[in-house]
């Protein structure tokens, strides 16, 4: 179990060659790749970040939504096929980082007269899917995120009923942009939780580096330690939500030294 950071939070700061490069100077140890053009999806690219990421370990990778997720639930079979294509190079990528976690948003909210919420029919897509994803040995995990199908509490649960093997990805942020309780998402996805987005905020309701704000990690990380959370958690920001890079590293060591109050050390 580490506490690491996402490449996302370098997202417009530095390309991802540079990113991965970047946060294993600064000892981030574990890190979400967010990849985020159709290039970067190529098994060419990932050996690049392959071979700039010294001893940062990969745990997840994560894609830009709108490229081909939402075409995964597409009933459509050619564009089905097409996206498809896409989710098997991006595991194929995967494997080549080292990565054995598939962060996925699914389909955008943004139809007012869209179904999302057939859940039937969403579940067993998620469970082909899930099974997709295990031939490259990846996990797929469903995040709550405000503007996606797992926008409140109730719909993992719901979709879990058709895809057993679904994991999950808490993200704080998410949780409360979309007016939510980051606790009953815990209480919901349970020990099914196996990647942590961290963020922090503060009195003016701007999104802070972990420790540079109000939000209270110790009730976070006693209720994840309740549920036998044993994943990796990884601080995500935005680009203007921090100064300078070094930033970074006063919250990984402020979150590292608060963990060690709350998760048994692993031998």
């Known amino acids: 179990m580490e506490i690491g950071i996402s490449t996302a939070s370098l997202f417009t ?7 991965v490069k970047t946060l294993d100077e600064l000892g981030a140890k574990v890190t979400e790749v967010f990849l985020e053009t159709f290039p970067e999806y190529e098994e ?3 050996k690049l970040l392959k071979s700039r990421m010294g001893n940062l370990k990969a ?25 498809e294509g ?8 995967a494997n080549i980082l080292g990565a054995d976690h598939y962060t996925l948003h699914g389909k955008a909210r943004i139809k007012k007269k869209g179904n999302y ?3 039937k029919s969403v579940g067993e897509r998620l469970d082909k ?23 409140r509490v109730g719909f993992f649960k719901e ?38 987005h961290l963020s922090d905020i503060d009195q003016s ?8 704000g109000l939000f209270d990690f110790k009730d976070l990380f006693e209720r994840l330690s309740f549920v036998g959370f044993r994943g990796n958690m990884l601080i995500e920001v935005y680009a203007g939500d921090y100064g300078e890079k070094e930033e970074l590293v006063e919250s990984l060591e402020y979150l590292r030294e608060l963990k060690e109050k709350f998760f048994i050390r692993e031998k």
């Open 13 to 19: 700061r530095e390309n991802n060659e540079d990113a």
């Open 44 to 46: 060419e690219f990932a």
């Open 59 to 83: 745990h997840s990778v994560h894609v830009y939504t709108m490229h081909y997720e939402p075409e995964l639930f597409s009933d459509w079979d050619r564009s089905y096929k097409v996206a």
């Open 86 to 93: 896409t989710f098997r190079k991006v595991l194929s990528s």
């Open 117 to 119: 919420d057939d859940y």
């Open 129 to 151: 899917l899930s099974h997709i994803a295990g031939e490259y040995g990846v996990k797929l995990c469903l995040e709550n995120v405000e503007w996606s199908y797992y926008n």
């Open 159 to 196: 979709v879990k009923k058709y895809a057993p093997d679904l994991k999950g990805v808490l993200d704080i942020k998410q949780a409360r942009l979309s007016g939510q309780s980051y606790r009953e998402y815990i209480e919901e996805m349970g020990e099914d939780i196996e990647t942590v």
């Open 205 to 212: 309701g701007r999104i802070r580096l972990p420790g540079k």
